[in-house]
């Protein structure tokens, strides 16, 4: 698809909405979501999403604002999902677990144009807008550091530990697997191919942190992301990750991975 001009056929913009507006049209009757005893088709899903976007620019939400949620899995949680970006507006799906201090710091931050709140977190919602409202909002003074980063692992898996990790003795990347045909990274005004060269830029995932410029400028160089990962190519194309820069420990002028210690 080299030197085709950008168009329909060949080019279709990242969206959740493009989803929803085929599965619709293609699978119209049937069934979208079950949830205890609601039900609804594809078809009736789309409409739903499409009246709140009405909606919420009928409430003063405009393009490029944020649209908060506090609430858990739910048919109109999920509605929110694409009737958000239908009126596009920015969706913030906050984690119900916090408490009003750390919430109240988090809707600071996003500056929402408006808040969806299950009914169950009413409370949790109004404490945290009266922090805000007595401009009593400041980070904690005391911060824990660790925790986990997972779920718990499912009893019936543990009997697989075993067979995974026998995968890395025997895999690695760059290995046979199934692949999607024609996928390649185009540049949307020339339609070329992105050269995987390292120093070419390709199409952007996001563009700095919300609300945060000083955050922004720390770490994009020159329109890079600078993650911080640390790795190295190998003569046949393998990219090895060692480290990230920032979880380096330097002991006696030594740079040790955590990699290598864990």
């Known amino acids: 698809m080299e030197g085709y001009s950008k168009c329909e056929a060949n080019f279709v913009p ?12 293609v699978y119209e009757e049937s069934v979208s979501i079950i949830y205890n005893d609601v039900t609804y088709t594809w ?7 499409v ?9 003063g939400v405009t393009p490029g604002k944020v649209v908060a949620t506090f609430a858990p899995n739910t048919p109109a949680h999920y509605e929110l999902q694409f009737g958000v970006p239908m009126a596009g507006a920015i969706l913030s799906s906050l984690n119900t677990s916090l408490d009003p201090p750390t919430l109240a710091i988090t809707l600071q931050q996003l500056k929402p144009q408006a808040i969806f709140v ?51 003795i025997r895999c690695r990347e760059g290995t046979h697997n199934i692949l999607t ?9 020339t339609m070329a191919s992105v050269p995987s060269d390292g120093t070419t830029i390709g199409e952007i995932m996001f563009r700095g942190y919300f609300n945060n410029m000083e955050k922004t400028r720390k770490v994009f160089k020159g329109g890079w992301y600078m993650t911080g990962d640390l790795g190295v190519r190998n003569p046949n194309g393998d990219i090895a990750m060692k480290d990230r820069k920032l979880d380096s420990i330097i002991t006696n002028g030594e740079i040790v991975s955590t990699i290598e210690i864990e």
Do not use: W
């Open 51 to 59: 009246k709140l976007a009405s909606s919420l620019s009928i409430m």
């Open 181 to 189: 045909e024609d996928v390649d990274v185009k540049n949307p005004e």
């Open 118 to 168: 299950d009914h169950q977190y009413i409370q949790t919602v109004s404490e945290a807008f009266k922090l805000l409202s007595q401009d009593k909002v400041a980070p904690p003074g005391l911060v824990r550091i660790g925790g986990k980063n997972g779920s718990i692992v499912p009893s019936n898996m543990l009997d697989y530990e075993e067979l995974i990790s026998f995968g890395k």
């Open 43 to 49: 078809k009736e899903t789309r409409d739903r999403c």
């Open 14 to 25: 990242l969206s959740p909405i493009s989803f929803l507006e085929r599965a619709a049209f």
